[in-house]
């Protein structure tokens, strides 16, 4: 009990002192009084204590119940230290597990649908979007969605990759013997890398089915894609020339010297024609050109044309490219013969951008059919490569042509739409044999009518919903609105409904568009051009842009009682006896308005001098 006693003095020394104990101090002060603790709850008390030792017991007990009614776990730290440990533990635990879920929780959202203008149009809202990515989550799987953030730039990195694989690979397998240096083995290797990443990827990306619906099944995207493009890209993912090296090295320690050069001639030429397979990688290249097509909706305007016709350059150049690698490859692997087009010029030890320059010359040339190069084929196989670069160069100009045309036209749809119309009324006139001044003035109709561009304007406005027909018609007519006091100071909705109802024409210098006596069917609004009243017995009247005219007849019901003609050109907006009657029903006031302006135009008229009838306007 000695060494407790004097644990348990060194305690109160030190409580009691004025020196300051340091950690390593208190540490082990900790340890000794724990020890001190347990050795005294075995201990057994003697028979005549002391009172020094029923002061230490009385201590030890006090100690004892304030550690188990605080926590049966506890042990004695006068200093704090073991807890405040603890409680560190288990906060970095805490924070590194909060860590890791949002680590977890950021790349689940970018495998999920993003808030942007392509899902918007796809889902319709940001509510279809959230359910959206409600969907992706529910699978408990991760699977990539076709418009997240993820695979955009997955597709970039890609499509980019694809391009560098196109261009580099045939170049390099060609005019480099040696392909085993470190920039040509890292770039090999981190090109089948990613794309075996990409295979894999492909079998967890959503997938666009009917209806534009997105199918997240794994086991639909995994039958889908081993249906469609899963054995393409599989062929252009494999590392063919390494798995023949690996097999060409092992050989090399078992074999002679002439027989180890041989195979290796033969493997390298045979990887060389194996390595070509990654070619295919183009069909990765397509598909993703055109799924971004379909992503971004290219539509043909301007802007999309010009990718298109960038598009189709790009790929004539490439296989330009691949001819002219081609070119040179074929006599490099017969090891040159003296009748082939690189022996003939001397090429053979040339460096390779003399070599690829003059391939690549060649090979343009007999892809566009201007000539043969410095020398004709005289070779099998300079003959064949001639032949099928020609017949390549040939489908590739009728491809362009026939692109480029298609381009060309649909980028003024609605010009060519008019040209086309315009040749039918053109050989109408010319099969009725018209005359001339009447085919002049069809010709002058049809130039002041569509001008130059002719539209389905009815069914172009008939798919739109009503606030957007509204917009543009308000939009069209605002010339007219701004012109016309009768519609200055209106109701707003009665010039909308009332513009929705109008329908445009035209009319020619001497054209009379109301004559005399006829039944009144439609009133007029002039946009431009002037018109002159012509009254019975009266003065003639002129109006022009902004007025109206022919709603005396439409009110009473009666025949016209003027006739109207046309001084120029004039384009009017005509408005309907059922659409008049139809307006004025929803809008009581506006007809008292209509039948004032009458009444007032009636009672000018009948005061003149000259009056003998009622004129209709």
């Not at 999920?112 to 409600?134: C, D, I, T, W, Y």
């Not at 005019?175 to 470190?182: A, G």
């Not at 002041?448 to 009815?458: A, P, Y």
């Amino acid at each position: 009990m000695s060494s407790p006693s004097r644990s348990l003095d060194g305690q109160k020394g030190d409580g009691s002192g004025t020196k300051p104990e340091t950690p390593r101090y208190r540490s082990w002060s900790s340890l000794r009084f724990s020890k001190w603790r347990n050795a005294s709850q075995r201990a057994t008390p003697p028979a005549t204590p002391s009172p020094k030792t029923d002061k230490r017991s009385d201590v030890s007990n006090t100690l004892f119940s304030l550690v188990k009614t605080h926590n049966d776990d506890y042990t004695a730290d006068p200093d704090g230290l073991l807890e405040t440990n603890g409680e560190g533990e288990g906060d970095s635990a805490s924070q590194s597990q909060d860590q890791a879920t949002y680590f977890q929780k950021q790349f689940g959202s970018m495998l999920q649908p993003g808030v942007n203008k392509f899902s918007l149009r796809m889902f319709g809202s940001h509510k279809g979007v959230a359910a959206e990515q409600e969907r992706v989550k529910s699978f408990g799987v991760w699977i990539i969605h076709p418009y997240s953030d993820f695979r955009f730039y997955w597709d970039i990195v890609m499509l980019l990759l694809m391009m560098s694989n196109l261009v580099i690979l045939p170049w390099g397998i060609t005019f480099f013997e040696d392909q085993n240096t470190m920039p040509w083995i890292t770039f090999n290797v981190l090109s089948d890398t990613l794309f075996l990443m990409d295979l894999v990827f492909n079998f967890r990306t959503g997938i666009l089915g009917e209806d534009s619906h997105i199918i997240l099944d794994p086991k639909e995207i995994r039958i889908h894609y081993l249906r469609t493009w899963f054995l393409v890209d599989f062929i252009s993912s494999i590392p063919v020339d390494y798995i023949f090296l690996i097999v060409d090295l092992e050989s090399r320690h078992e074999s002679s010297d002439v027989y180890r050069t041989a195979r290796a001639l033969r493997i390298v030429r045979f990887t060389k024609i194996l390595s070509l397979l990654r070619l295919l990688r183009l069909s990765r290249l397509i598909r993703y050109i055109h799924q971004w097509e379909e992503i971004f909706h290219m539509t043909y305007d301007l802007a999309s044309a010009v990718v298109r016709i960038v598009n189709l350059i790009g790929m004539m150049l490439l296989l330009c490219h691949w001819d002219g690698c081609l070119t040179f490859m074929v006599p490099m692997l017969q090891d040159f013969p003296s009748d082939c087009w690189v022996s003939k010029n001397n090429m053979v030890n040339s460096t390779w951008h003399i070599q690829y320059s003059y391939a690549l010359f060649m090979a343009m040339s007999h892809m566009l059919c201007i000539g043969y190069g410095a020398h004709p084929p005289e070779g099998m196989t300079d003959v064949w490569l001639t032949m099928v670069s020609m017949v390549v160069g040939a489908t590739c100009y009728a491809m362009f042509l026939g692109h480029a045309t298609n381009l060309v036209q649909s980028l003024d749809a609605s010009h060519r739409q008019y040209q086309e119309k315009y040749k039918q009324v053109e050989q109408y006139m010319s099969f009725h044999k018209l005359p001339a001044d009447l085919r002049q003035r069809i010709h002058d109709y049809y130039e002041q009518r569509f001008q130059g561009k002719m539209f389905d304007e009815d069914n172009i406005l008939g798919e739109l919903s009503d606030p957007l027909k509204e917009e543009i018609v308000s939009y069209n007519c605002r010339g007219l609105v701004a012109n016309m006091p009768l519609f200055a100071n209106t109701d707003p909705h009665f010039v909308t409904v009332i513009l929705t109802k109008l329908r445009f024409e035209v009319f020619q210098p001497g054209d009379f568009i109301i004559r005399e006596g006829t039944l009144g069917r439609k009133m007029y609004f002039i946009q431009h051009g002037t018109v002159t009243i012509i009254p019975r017995g009266s003065k003639e009247i002129k109006l022009s842009d902004g007025a109206y005219f022919g709603e005396i007849c439409l009110l009473t019901q009666g025949r016209r009682t003027a006739s109207v003609r046309a001084e120029t050109y004039c384009r009017l907006y005509s408005l309907s006896a059922d659409s008049f009657n139809e307006v004025l029903e929803e809008h009581p006031l506006m007809r008292r308005a209509f039948e004032s302006v009458a009444v007032n135009r009636l009672d000018r008229v009948a005061r003149r001098p000259s009056y003998q009838p009622v004129p209709d306007e």
